[in-house]
Each structure stands twice: as structure tokens, then as C-alpha cells.
């Protein structure tokens, strides 16, 4: 499954446009008109002039105060002449800043992605942390997208398997160790920068984040972590290994997909993660070893799929609040692991186990409660199961 990008919006583009000068003289110059004649009237009103007298003679003052009137107006005018200058001279100067700082951030980028390159894991792991400060100090979100992304292309590439402890393979045990460090230092770097927040200057909250295919092997912590807006995708994901730690994340706009993704002999823990809006997908995916947690994570708006194979270990939704939005089980399979619902709550979320296989999951019927609320529907061989 491929990251679809959002399409780059109009603030996106530093190309800079500027009106021709007359353009924007006779533009600012009518302005000033309009605003002039809207003051004149304004005060005529205000005084209560009902006539004007047109027989009355130009004296001596009136003259000189229409003389002042016209030196006044030709000072405004050449204020709005060197108002316009210096606003051109701002837009060129913030400009060419710009190009400058996108020309110094391609050469440090260049440097980057040649280390990450290199044959040696710690000059990729050098590599690593100066594309994570590279995409700090972006000068506007494209750059810094890029830099994201090269650092999870990294991630997806094929790297050799672990060749064991048998020490005719000491050397290249010690080059796959060497190169799994830098993968959970990648990872390490993400979680730390999604959990920080949203507008601060080291936050990514809000890119895109393509960890498509990726093997996970070993502890990653995203806890705390909030997802929003972008598209994030762990599409095909496989956890094999360690801790995945998700816990306390707010997952609140944009789409999550674990579409098609493994959890195998790793712990995979979501406990207390907030579903607040936006699409999560876990359709396709198959949980047959280790343990995925959502106990007492709260549903509140979310789109949330399980239309998944739940084939061995144990899946606990145990303590969760399904408060909002959808949650479909529609077509998954409950044929081995062990499910729970224990003490769960069901006070809002549409929740359908429609065409599902298997027995029902532990404690479901009784934290559903009878009657079933209208919001929740089961499989009739659930709600009979002697006939």
C-alpha cells in the first residue's frame, strides 16, 4: 500500500509575486480616495451641513486652507509611494532570505543523505540525526517533509537477517546489530518528535509518515504520541519483537492505516490511546502472536476498522469506552486468539460485528448488557448461541 500525499496547498509555494508598481499605486491610491471621500461626507454628515452656498466668495483663508488641502494630499501620495517601495523591498528581501536558506538547507541535506548512504553504521547513524535536525530547521514544510521522508525510506529498505550466534558469523552479526541500532534510532526520533507539540518548532505533528512494510524487531516508543492531519501508514507493518508502545497517543484527524499488518511475538500496546476523529485502519491485519492492548482506550469519534484475523495471542479491549464515531468488526475472525471486552462501555460508538466468524470475544456480551443498545449490532448466533 502506497502513502498518498495530500496535494501541496497555495502556502506551500514561496514563489514571490508582487504587482507592478502602477498597478499597485493606482490600487492604494484609489483607496485612499475612497477613504477620503467617505471621511468628508462622514463629517458633513455628522455636522448637520443641509446646503452649501454657492454664492459665497473664495476669501483669502479658504484659499490658503485649500492650498494646505493640496500640499497635504501630495505629501499622502508620496507616502503611499515610499509605503509601497518599502513593501517591495520587504517581499524581495524575505525572498531572497528564503532562497538562501532553502540553498544552505540543500547542501546540508546533500551531506545527510550521502552519510545515510554510506557502508558504514556510524556514519549512517550520523546521517540519521542530521536529517532529524534538518527537518527542525526547515525552512517551510515541504523540506521538511522531505527529509521525513527519506528517513523512513531507510526503514523500508531490505536489510540482511540475523545470521544467528554462530561464530563463523561474527562479522556480519556484528554489522545487523550495528544496522538495527540505526533503525530504532530513526524510530526513536519519530516518536520523540510526534509527541512534541503541534506549532513548536521540533514538532512533525501534522507530516505524513510512510512506514509502509517496515519490520519492526525491537522496542519503539511512540507513547504520548499525537497523529494529526497527516497520513500516517503502517501499512504491512510487521511487530516481531519487543515492546511497540503506542499507550497515551491521540490519534485525532487525518488517517492511521495498519492495513495488512502483522503483530507477531511482540507486545503492542494502545492502552489509554484517544480515537478521536479521522480514519484508524486495522482492516486486513493479523494478530496471531504476543499481545495487543487497547484496555481503557477511549473511542470518541474516530472511524476505527477491525475487519481483522484475530488468529492467536491475546487482543485485550478490556476497560475500553466506545463513546463515538464507528467501530466495525465486520468480517473479522475470532478463531484462536484470545479477545476481551471485559468491562468495557458501549454509549455512543456505532459498533458492528456483522459476518464475523467465531466465537464471541470474553465479556462482550456481558459489557454490552441486555437489552443491546440500537448502536451495537451482533451476530444472532451470538445473542443464541443453544440454537
Known sequence: MTLNRRPRSPSDDRELRLWRVGRALAVIFLVAVLAAGGVFYGLVYLLDFQEIDTTAKLDAKTLFDLVKLSFGVVAGAGALVALVVAYRRQRVDE???????????????????????SDSPAVQLGGVHALAGLADDAPDDSLRQTCIDVLCAYLQLPFIPDPGD?????????RYLALRKVKHTILRLIGDHYRRPQGTRRSWQGCDLDLTGVIIDGPMDFGGATFSCGRVSFAGATFSGGLMDFSHAKLSGGTVSFYGARFSGSRVTFGYATFASGTVMFSGATFFGGTVDFYDSMFAGSTVTFEAAFSGG????????????????????????????????????RVSFDDTTGQAPEGLLASVGTPVPATVTLPEAWLTPNT
Request: net charge negative; aromatic share 12%; hydrophobic share 35%.
Open 95 to 117: 525572498a531572497g532570505a528564503h532562497r538562501e536558506a532553502t540553498r544552505l538547507h540543500t547542501e546540508r541535506f546533500s551531506q545527510a543523505v550521502q552519510q545515510l548512504g
Open 166 to 174: 554462530d561464530p563463523a558469523y561474527q562479522e556480519e552479526r556484528h
Open 314 to 349: 491475546t487482543v485485550d479491549f478490556n476497560g475500553a469506552a466506545f463513546a463515538g464515531g464507528k467501530v466495525p468488526f465486520g468480517r473479522a475472525a475470532f478463531a484462536g486468539s484470545t479477545v476481551t471486552f471485559g468491562d468495557a462501555t458501549f454509549s455512543g460508538s
